[in-house]
Nanobody
């Protein structure tokens, strides 16, 4: 069973930074594509960023490009997203997800495993 556990969420002022982490089950992490999605109240879950397993190619949503950086440490089985210049509209529950095909898809339906989420709140 693949397990993903997010951490690092919290309350931050607009313009501030947070780094989210996602710890994955040992032994599977390096073979999977990984991504961050987010869901705000009353809205659908949306793609934030992804990283492929082979080359570490990254993809970003237009709304976060230039402000967020996704990265992975295969030795630690951990996925990160560094979020800078946060805006109130970035507030959401952030989820990490794992995809066996490792292609860095932007579609949530392509991801087989999900964490429980971590709340990010941005005050104006």
């Amino acid at each position: 069973q693949v397990q993903l556990v997010e951490s690092g969420g919290g309350l931050v002022q607009a313009g501030g930074s947070l780094r989210l982490s996602c710890a994955a089950s040992k032994g599977i992490f390096s073979n999977y594509g990984m991504a961050w999605f987010r869901q705000a109240p009353g809205k659908e879950r949306e793609f934030v960023a992804s990283i492929t397993w082979r080359l570490g190619t990254t993809y970003y949503a237009v709304s976060v490009k230039g402000r967020f950086t996704i990265s992975r440490d295969n030795a630690k089985n951990t996925l990160y997203v560094q979020m800078n210049s946060l805006k109130p509209e970035d507030a959401a529950v952030y989820y990490c997800a794992a995809d066996l095909w490792g292609l860095g898809s932007r579609s949530s339906s392509d991801y087989e495993y999900w964490g429980q989420g971590t709340q990010v709140t941005v005050s104006a």
